[in-house]
């Protein structure tokens, strides 16, 4: 036995490719249960708090970032490396939920994780990821660390689209690579940015205080469980967990990276061309859209949504939603893995 090894929790390439998504009516009743407070304006971004009506009963779950801090949790090169795939150990307690933005620092290369990821108490998942870093491939260290801070939505609602796709089509989860490096490479240029080996967290490094400070003003309030976002009206992402317990671990982490979505001219433009509507509206449409579930990578079934003018993907524990991620768009053509 090697030191990844322990009960390991099928993946979603032994599914059947093409087996059909179930109807989620749960989760659609959940979404229901979503209530907006009083928006907060910074710059054009409107950050609205999200409340659960009725309250949570509570997921049990830790966060990456903290069972790694822990040292309950370790995530390692796959098979001595492979580029859009790592191996997490939970030896902790609890489940862990290792959610798609996430960034993941050293080994042979930086990554972002594309898929959410449940991973069960003592148990090994295959987690799927994308390459951050295109110029390094040499080991820094055996385990993974955490970025200190997620990626931005743009880079998240690429990778939301293409991996939903590609587990709806194949059965297995995987993005772009080249779009990916391609997507790196413009964002650097947005941020006036250079880094030898084509680092985007070398991005993120060198401007966290930046986006940190201008993100201070947001008050986050006792029982959000989320946000939603919007850009002069069009939805840049609605974010939720499934308790505030979840959202606090997870909220300083994830609102800085919308101001590098805003500071970069080709993602308000593309924004720009999305309808616009109220926060109370967008709920609205959450609400009327379509929700689908299916096998998890780990453990809980993966969440795939697709509405009026939005589309997104999530994963669930015992049917209650530990994240839901939904973006401004639709599901259409996507760049292939």
């Known amino acids: 036995m090697n030191e990844h090894e322990g009960p390991t929790q099928r993946p979603a390439a032994e599914a059947p490719v093409g087996a059909a998504a179930a109807q989620a009516?749960?989760?659609?009743?959940?979404?229901?249960?979503?209530?907006a407070r009083e928006p907060q304006t910074i710059g054009r971004l409107a950050f609205t708090p999200l409340t659960l009506a009725g309250g949570d009963g509570g997921t049990g779950i830790a966060l990456a970032h903290e069972a790694i801090a822990a040292g309950t949790l370790e995530i390692a090169e796959k098979d001595g490396g492979v580029v859009q795939e790592l191996v997490a150990t939970n030896k902790g307690p609890t489940p862990v939920a290792i959610l798609e933005g996430d960034t993941l620092i050293g080994c042979k290369q930086n990554r972002v994780v594309a898929h959410s990821v449940l991973?069960?108490?003592?148990?090994?998942a295959v987690v799927p990821v994308g390459c951050m870093q295109q110029g390094r491939w040499s080991m820094q260290g055996r385990r993974f660390s955490s970025g200190?801070?997620?990626l931005d939505p743009g880079f998240r609602r690429q990778a939301v689209r293409e991996t939903t796709t590609a587990k709806r089509l194949r059965g297995q989860p995987m993005l772009a690579q080249r779009r990916l490096w391609d997507q790196v490479e413009s964002r650097m240029v947005a941020y006036d940015m250079a880094s030898p080996?084509?680092?985007y967290h070398e991005a993120l490094f060198q401007r966290r205080y930046?986006?940190?400070?201008?993100?201070?003003?947001?008050?986050r309030q006792p029982g959000d469980v989320g946000v939603l976002v919007t850009l002069d009206g069009r939805l840049v992402a609605l974010e939720v967990t499934g308790d505030p317990q979840l959202w606090a671990g997870l909220a300083d982490r994830t609102l800085p990276s919308y101001a590098f979505l805003a500071a970069d001219p080709e993602e308000v433009r593309l924004l720009e061309k999305q309808p616009a509507d109220?926060?109370?509206?967008?709920?609205?449409?959450l609400k009327r859209a379509e929700v689908k579930t299916s096998q998890a990578v780990g453990l809980g079934e993966d969440l795939e949504i697709a509405g009026e003018g939005l589309a997104g993907a999530g994963v669930q524990l015992s049917r209650?939603?530990?994240?839901?991620a939904v973006f401004g768009g639709e599901f259409g053509e996507v760049a292939q893995p």
């Not at 991973?119 to 090994?124: D, E, N, S, Y």
């Not at 926060?279 to 449409?285: D, K, S």
């Open 25 to 35: 009516p749960d989760v659609v009743a959940w979404l229901t249960r979503l209530q």
């Open 119 to 124: 991973v069960a108490a003592g148990a090994t």
């Open 148 to 150: 200190e801070m997620r």
């Open 197 to 199: 080996s084509a680092d």
């Open 210 to 219: 930046e986006a940190r400070e201008e993100l201070a003003r947001y008050q």
């Open 278 to 285: 109220t926060a109370a509206g967008w709920l609205e449409r």
């Open 320 to 324: 209650q939603p530990v994240h839901v």
